[in-house]
């Protein structure tokens, strides 16, 4: 087990690594909670941040990390009543080079045996940030979004 | 995947004791389910009330133990925190799962029916 995210001392910032597995997820997302600057949100937005970086985190670790195992690095920084976040990965890079479009799989009307048990992850990551962007450099793969800070 | 089962008149009450069903836990919370549910009752509702997290993974396996108990048996919900009940809006699952607020509710629920 790895130690706790680095955070900065003006509270805004916190950088992590964790390596690509989900009970590594699991824990970094725990210690990122329970530091600035996610610590110092209302439940409501650091609900949503956690719920959106688990996302982005268990998708490396399904997708960009499939055939390889390796490190991700996490960056919050605060930013007026927004949190800006960067993860870099040194996994695949996205399919099509951009990210999912993350279209809601349908449900209703649709039989019980053929609900959608996935597919949910980019909708919901798509739904709840802003200024989207991914880059490809190298072998780099970097992902940035906002989140809200404020209820 | 710690469990609690309770039957209560003609329910099957599945009480989930730990706070999260994520990436890491999801297929285990599948398998402890479908144990859980072995015995035959009317209804099953699932409680919710402690899981203060649910990522898209745990959804999956929520809607994956619904399609196992189909189609003769259906799975109810209760007691979502904050959080868990926007992951079900967003997602719009909160239009396919009956959703109790307490077991008290769901309770209630079957009487008027």
């Not at chain 1, 001392?9 to 909670?33: E, K, P």
């Not at chain 1, 941040?49 to 982005?56: I, R, S």
Request: aromatic share 4%.
């Amino acid at each position: 087990m790895r130690s706790g995210p680095e955070v900065t001392a003006d509270r805004q910032q916190a950088h992590l690594v964790i390596d690509s597995n989900f009970l590594a997820v699991r824990q970094g997302l725990q210690m990122l909670c329970e530091a600035p600057p996610l610590a110092d949100l209302a439940e409501d937005p650091r609900g949503t941040a956690e719920l959106v970086l688990a996302e982005v985190l268990n998708n490396l670790v399904e997708h960009g990390y499939r055939t390889e195992k390796g490190e991700i690095d996490i960056t919050l920084r605060m930013s007026g009543a927004r949190i800006d976040c960067a993860i870099l990965d040194s996994g695949l890079p996205m399919p099509d080079g951009q990210p999912p479009a993350g279209s809601l799989p349908a449900c209703a009307d649709v039989p019980v045996d053929a609900l959608p048990e996935g597919g949910f992850g980019w909708h919901l990551i798509r739904t709840l940030t802003d200024d989207l962007a991914y880059r490809r450099t190298g072998a780099q793969n970097r992902l940035t979004f906002s989140l809200p800070a404020l209820c | 995947m710690q469990l609690k089962t309770v039957t209560r008149h003609n329910m099957l009450v599945v009480h989930v004791m730990q706070d999260r069903i994520d990436a890491a836990c999801a297929l285990e919370f599948k398998e402890a389910m479908r144990e859980a549910t072995a015995a035959p009752s009317a209804r099953i509702v699932l409680d919710l009330a402690q899981v203060q997290f649910l990522d898209s993974s745990g959804l999956g396996a929520v809607v994956a133990v619904m399609k196992l108990l189909a189609p003769n048996r259906q799975l109810e919900l209760s007691g979502l925190t904050a959080t868990v009940a926007k992951v079900f809006r967003l997602t719009r699952m909160d239009t396919i799962f009956t959703i109790h607020t307490s077991i008290e509710d769901a309770a209630r629920h079957a009487v008027r029916a």
